[in-house]
């Protein structure tokens, strides 16, 4: 399983807030001293409220992030993956058949997946041609210049995966750097040709390939291939009620065992 960091940071921002004074209770400290009952008082200092607090924050840090999962094993992949998917195979596509310079295609439903594979049309191209092509059960574009685009546009999809290529001109796998990239910033590459898949905790819109290209004069071509859309197997959640009294019961512990301590 690929390690991919796509969490929302939004925990440690609020231990950071920290830092600002915590308020006091307005409580005059010359009257409680006149009662007997003082000493009784446990006493926390302001290091130790903010201690508290943070471990309080720290536990319930789950319920504030996503995250994107990546695998590079497909049967990894595939253990996470619902069965009732979309698995495009290309089958029937041979060089140039049936896509020779489409700028869109449609492909699906399958399930209620459905997807559309396009190409970028604001650069001219040398040789005046832009779109998709198609290659032996796989998808390309027509210009090794071009990124290859996929946007979902059927049932929410939480899990995709399929072979990333990079390509010579006739469809070729060669060893150069391709990148994967979903539209919720999360980024991969590989060399050469080879299976990556994601989950994530939220809807995946759209995700773009591109063969890295060594200069303006040497290219190469992006090449998709059996590529399933689906969603992701969901873990059980652990209900925010029970982060919320799991954290403040051991803090109310903590501070009892401070109060007995004289």
Same mark, same amino acid.
């Given at each position: 399983?690929?390690?991919?960091?796509?969490?929302?940071?939004?925990?440690?921002?609020?231990?950071?807030?920290?830092?600002?004074?915590?308020?006091?209770?307005?409580?005059?400290?010359?009257?409680?001293?006149?009662?007997?009952?003082?000493?009784?008082?446990?006493?926390?200092?302001?290091?130790?409220?903010?201690?508290?607090?943070?471990?309080?924050?720290?536990?319930?840090?789950?319920?504030?992030?996503?995250?994107?999962?990546?695998?590079?094993?497909?049967?990894?992949?595939?253990?996470?993956?619902?069965?009732?998917?979309?698995?495009?195979?290309?089958?029937?596509?041979?060089?140039?058949?049936?896509?020779?310079?489409?700028?869109?295609?449609?492909?699906?439903?399958?399930?209620? !997946?459905?997807?559309? %594979?396009?190409?970028?049309?604001?650069? /001219?191209? +040398?040789?005046?041609?832009? #779109?998709?092509?198609? $290659?032996?059960?796989?998808?390309?574009?027509?210009?090794?210049?071009?990124?290859?685009?996929?946007?979902?546009?059927?049932?929410?999809?939480?899990?995709?995966?399929?072979?990333?290529?990079?390509?010579?001109?006739?469809?070729?796998?060669?060893?150069?750097?391709?990148?994967?990239?979903?539209?919720?910033?999360?980024?991969?590459?590989?060399?050469?040709?080879?299976?990556?898949?994601?989950?994530?905790?939220?809807?995946?819109?759209?995700?773009?390939?591109?063969?890295?290209?060594?200069?303006?004069?040497?290219?190469?071509?992006?090449?998709?291939?059996?590529? !399933?859309?689906?969603? %992701?197997?969901?873990?059980?959640?652990? /209900?925010? +009620?029970?982060?919320?009294? #799991?954290?403040?019961? $051991?803090?109310?512990?903590?501070?009892?065992?401070?109060?007995?301590?004289?």
């Amino acid at each position: 399983m690929l390690s991919i960091s796509n969490v929302i940071q939004k925990p440690r921002r609020f231990i950071l807030s920290l830092k600002k004074p915590i308020e006091s209770n307005h409580l005059d400290t010359r009257e409680l001293k006149k009662h007997s009952f003082n000493s009784n008082i446990p006493k926390v200092s302001t290091m130790k409220k903010k201690q508290f607090l943070a471990v309080m924050l720290l536990a319930q840090a789950p319920l504030a992030s996503a995250a994107t999962t990546g695998f590079d094993n497909e049967v990894d992949f595939l253990a996470q993956l619902n069965p009732t998917y979309y698995l495009e195979e290309f089958s029937g596509s041979h060089y140039g058949i049936p896509l020779s310079g489409a700028l869109t295609e449609n492909y699906g439903a399958v399930y209620g !997946y459905s997807w559309t %594979a396009s190409v970028p049309n604001n650069w /001219p191209p +040398a040789n005046g041609v832009v #779109g998709l092509f198609s $290659l032996t059960n796989a998808l390309t574009t027509w210009a090794g210049e071009d990124t290859l685009t996929i946007t979902f546009t059927g049932n929410p999809v939480t899990a995709l995966g399929g072979i990333f290529s990079s390509t010579d001109i006739n469809g070729a796998v060669i060893q150069q750097k391709v990148t994967v990239n979903l539209n919720d910033n999360t980024s991969v590459w590989l060399t050469g040709s080879a299976f990556r898949g994601f989950t994530s905790d939220f809807a995946i819109l759209s995700l773009a390939i591109d063969a890295v290209d060594v200069n303006l004069t040497t290219v190469f071509w992006p090449r998709l291939e059996h590529f !399933y859309v689906g969603s %992701a197997i969901a873990a059980v959640p652990i /209900p925010a +009620a029970a982060w919320l009294f #799991g954290s403040g019961l $051991l803090g109310l512990l903590s501070l009892k065992r401070r109060g007995n301590i004289r």
